[in-house]
Structure formats: structure tokens, C-alpha cells
């Protein structure tokens, strides 16, 4: 049986977070500046855990709201809808992909004393695992680590490392056991920021221009030079050797963030649209009222819809705990696209305006364009997904189970 009912009571922690977000977050937006960034985050934060609305899927015990994945992805899609939204729920890439692997795979003593602070919000953490030497393919890390008394000591650099200027904690992964086979050579390690053995080479200028207020938001990608940062022994996190699959099991929750905040941010952008063309008249006749218009504008809710529909279902098999790795890796590349071609849409239906700074759209243009990289390109997962189909028929005889069959 497929059932879309939404629960009731799912139903109202979405409207509630709909609410902070459209009266409390995009309300700030207009006024909050590098300058006043953190008192405004602070206000935000207090706020938000005044209502209870504070790391969504963190388990109550651990201060958060517990949401399973169907209310996670609900909330997570309202929460995209302003660049204010994740972090004032402490839900911000790429702090909260690594507090879920912290937490799953972290010792007593690494959760009391990292996982604690981040989860209140004191304290933020990066992840450091993409080279210049290795990105889609991370089995090709050169950093090292080596045991020296108590202490690892590593060596090498990392490239990309996401807000790695703002964070007290890095976790870093480098090549333990180069005997092992290859998805057992790296582990992972939890590192005190500032060290001076991990030094900011430069925060990487990208097709999204630095500004004050993105650096202080977290949305810089750092060069890294490690030069014989020492790391405790007992920092080492989830074990020798298990650094790859951890890393991978990390990544697959980011993906699923980013594409619920990529229909957040196709929402508002098609939203803006709406806006647009119901007001703007050329030839005597409002935008709104042209076929060519509407047409555009039913693509894009046919984007969004069916970026709904896929995140829905992954968070259906999610919380069956089922395997979701073939579903996964499609909706990870079709959002990306998805979010592209909605806000290019809404983009041109402003027409000088949607490319000037006085709307979000340009920003959102430029920024999204990363989405087809970051955690994995879209090759990668197309290339595996493929690899799935051809399997699936060589099984069935058929390639439906690898095409969502098992809904029909
Ligand atoms: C905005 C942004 C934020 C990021 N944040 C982080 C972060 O916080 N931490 C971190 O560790 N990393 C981060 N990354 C790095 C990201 O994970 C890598 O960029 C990504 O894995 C791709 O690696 P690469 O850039 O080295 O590309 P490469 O591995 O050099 O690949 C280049 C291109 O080759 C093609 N290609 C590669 N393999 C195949 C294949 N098997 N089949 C067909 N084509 C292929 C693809 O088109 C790919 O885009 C970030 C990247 C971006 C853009």
C-alpha cells in the first residue's frame, strides 16, 4: 500500500518550521550583515529553541527533535527556503552530516567532549577528505598518518575542506594502512582547530564570490596544508582502517540534505516567478496570461513535484530501513539538475532583474552550480546507477527494480 498521508502531527512540526522560517528567517534576511551576523544567528537560535525546533534529526536524549526521516526531509525542505533556516536549527552543512557520524560512531569520550559542544551549538567541525590529488574517486587520498608513541602524526594536504575557517573541530582523513586493501588503507581523525599543523592555505575563491557575510556563515572551501599535525591516538574516529566506508556513509546523508534544501530553494525561486509575472505586463498583456509563460512555468512544478516525489519515497524506504543506494543516486543528480533548471527559469522571467543582485536568483544561480559536484560528480553517480540497471536485468530480466520497480 503507498500512503501519502503526512501524519498529523508531522504535519504541524512542518508548519511550524514553515512559520519560523517565513516570519523569523526570511524576515532577517534583509537586515543581517556580516557585522551583525552572530547577534543575529544568536537571536534566531534562542528563538528557535523556544519552540523546540533545534537539530531535527538528533534523538531527544541528545537534545534534538528525533524527527525520522519522512518529518526530517519535510522540515529540511522548508528550512532551505532561506540561507538563515539550517543554521538557526543547528542543521547547517557540513556540521551536521559529521554530528551524525560522531555520534554513530564516536567513543564515549570523543561524544562528551566534541559532540556535546557542537550539538549546542557552541562549537562547528569540517570534514577534510578531498584532495587535489583525489576527489571523486577518495581512494587516491596521499595524506598519512603515522603512529609515533600516543600520537599519529599526518601529513599531506586537503583541498575544499567547507568551513573550515569557522570550525573549532576538523575531521580529517589520511592513509593508516597502506598495505590494506584499498578501502581499508584510511582513517579518520577528530582535530582541536586552530593547530598549527593544519594551516589554511586560503579560503578558494569559486564561482561564488566571498562575501562578508557567506564567510561568516560557513561558505568558504579551504586549501589545507598539514604539516606534521599530531593527533592524539584516542582521536582516531570509529576505528583503523574504517575511515573510507565511515566517509561514505556521511556523504550519503549530505546528499540527501542538499537536495531537500534544492527543493527549498526551487520553491521559493518558482515562487518568486509567480510573483513576478502576475505583476509584470509587456505588449499590453500581464507575463502571467502568455502560454509560452505558463509553460515554463508547468515545467518547473513538474521538476518540483517530482523531486518531492522521490525525496518522499526515499524517506518511505529510509524509515523501513531499506536500501536505498540505487534511489539515492538518482535524485542526488536529478536535483541538482532540477534546482538548475527551475532557478534558470526564474531567472529569465525576471529578465535584467533576475540577473542583477536585487533578487536572490543570481546568487542561487551561481551557488547551485556546485551541486553537481559536491559530494560526488554527477558521473560518478550516473556510472553507478547505470552499473545498477544493467544488473538489475541481468537478474531480472528486466530493469525495473532499479527504476523505482518495486513501486508498481
Ligand atoms: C562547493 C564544494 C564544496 C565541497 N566541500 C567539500 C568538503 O567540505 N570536504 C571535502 O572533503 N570535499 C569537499 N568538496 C569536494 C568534492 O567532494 C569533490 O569536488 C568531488 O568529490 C569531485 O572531486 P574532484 O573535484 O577532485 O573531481 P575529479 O575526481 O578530478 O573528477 C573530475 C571530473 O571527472 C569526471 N569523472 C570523474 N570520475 C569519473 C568516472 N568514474 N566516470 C566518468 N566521469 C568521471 C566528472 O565529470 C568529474 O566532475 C567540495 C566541492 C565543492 C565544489
Known amino acids: 500500500m503507498i500512503d501519502f498521508e503526512v501524519p ?26 556580516a557585522e551583525n551576523f552572530d547577534t543575529t544567528m544568536k537571536a534566531l537560535r534562542v528563538k528557535a529553541r523556544a519552540q ?23 522540515v529540511q525542505m ?39 559542544p557542537l550539538l549546542d551549538g557552541q562549537k562547528r567541525i569540517c570534514y577534510s577528505m578531498t584532495e587535489k590529488a583525489a576527489g571523486a574517486d577518495a581512494t587516491g587520498m596521499q595524506t598519512t598518518a603515522v603512529l609515533d608513541g600516543d600520537n599519529w602524526v599526518l601529513n599531506g594536504e586537503k583541498w575544499f575542506s567547507s568551513s573550515a575557517d569557522v570550525a573549532d573541530i576538523a575531521v580529517v582523513m589520511a592513509k593508516t594502512d597502506p598495505d590494506a586493501p584499498r578501502h581499508e588503507q584510511y582513517s579518520t581523525f577528530i582535530v582541536e582547530l586552530p593547530s598549527p599543523g593544519y594551516e589554511i592555505v586560503r579560503n578558494i575563491e569559486t564561482m561564488q564570490p566571498h562575501t562578508d557575510l557567506g564567510l561568516k556563515l560557513g561558505a568558504s572551501h579551504s586549501e589545507i596544508k598539514i604539516d606534521n599535525l599530531v ?7 570509529g576505528g583503523r582502517g574504517k575511515g573510507f566506508a565511515m566517509g561514505q556513509h556521511r556523504l550519503a546523508y549530505g546528499r540527501l540534505r542538499h537536495g531537500m534544501h534544492n527543493v527549498a530553494i526551487a520553491q521559493r525561486a518558482l515562487d518568486l516567478a509567480a510573483g513576478h509575472v502576475t505583476q509584470r505586463s509587456t505588449f499590453g498583456k500581464r507575463l502571467a496570461d502568455r502560454q509560452g509563460v505558463r509553460w515554463m512555468m508547468a515545467d518547473c512544478a513538474a521538476e518540483i513535484y517530482k523531486a518531492r516525489l522521490m525525496l518522499l519515497h526515499i524517506a518511505y524506504k529510509a524509515e523501513r530501513g531499506e536500501d536505498l543506494r540505487q534511489e539515492n543516486g538518482i535524485a542526488k543528480v536529478f536535483l541538482a539538475h532540477m534546482v538548475h533548471q527551475v532557478v534558470d527559469t526564474a531567472l529569465q522571467l525576471h529578465g535584467a532583474l533576475g540577473y542583477s543582485q536585487d533578487t536572490p536568483l543570481a546568487s542561487w544561480y551561481t551557488s547551485i552550480r556546485s551541486q553537481r559536484l559536491v559530494d560526488g560528480p554527477d558521473e560518478v553517480h550516473r556510472w553507478r546507477t547505470g552499473a545498477n540497471v544493467i544488473k538489475a536485468f541481468e537478474e531480472h530480466g528486466t530493469t525495473a527494480s532499479a527504476c523505482g520497480g518495486e513501486l508498481l
Not at 532577517?28 to 550583515?33: D, G, S
Not at 522548508?78 to 567513543?107: V, W
Request: hydrophobic letters at 40%; proline letters at 5%; glycine letters at 8%.
Open 231 to 237: 593527533v592524539p591516538r584516542e582521536n582516531i574516529l
Open 8 to 33: 498529523e502531527e508531522t504535519k504541524a512540526i512542518r508548519a511550524k518550521v514553515r512559520k519560523f522560517v517565513q516570519e523569523e528567517c526570511v524576515a532577517a534576511e534583509k537586515t543581517c550583515t
Open 78 to 116: 522548508e528550512l532551505g527556503e532561506s540561507f538563515l533556516g539550517a543554521a538557526a536549527l543547528n542543521t547547517q552543512g557540513p556540521d551536521d552530516a559529521t554530528m551524525l557520524t560522531l555520534l554513530e560512531h564516536g567513543s564515549d569520550f570523543q561524544k562528551e567532549k566534541y559532540l556535546v
Open 52 to 74: 523546540g525546533l533545534w537539530c531535527p534529526f538528533i534523538p531527544t536524549e541528545h537534545g534534538g527533535m528525533g524527527l525520522k526521516p519522512l518529518a526530517n526531509a519535510l
